[in-house]
């Protein structure tokens, strides 16, 4: 894995490179390697996580074709957390 550092920026770099490790889970793999798994719980927590993995692209796959309703959007939140205000037209 490798992040360049531009106009040595580090606290950008620092972020990116949290970012990438996010995404190759690198953190959860480190929190599941903190202590032994015996080879059962780890068969156990494999399948389980095999599961999940097709639930999700079943609920993808049906949710495409249109058998499921689509899943509401979340709200955009500002830096309290508070809900954004709709920059729609406003109804008279």
Do not use: C
């Not at 202590?35 to 389980?48: A, D, H, L, N």
């Not at 499921?68 to 008279?92: E, V, Y």
Request: zero cysteines; aromatic letters at 4%.
């Amino acid at each position: 894995m490798q992040v360049f550092v531009r106009d040595n920026n580090v606290d950008q770099a620092l972020r990116v490179l949290k970012k990438k490790m996010q995404r190759e889970g690198v953190f959860r793999e480190l929190k599941r390697r903190r202590f032994y798994e015996k080879p059962s719980e780890q068969t156990v927590r494999e399948k389980g996580e095999a599961v999940r993995r097709i639930r999700k692209l079943a609920r993808k796959k049906a949710i495409r074709e249109g058998l499921l309703p689509a899943p509401k959007p979340k709200p955009k939140l500002d830096a309290q957390g508070k809900p954004l205000a709709p920059r729609g037209p406003r109804p008279a």
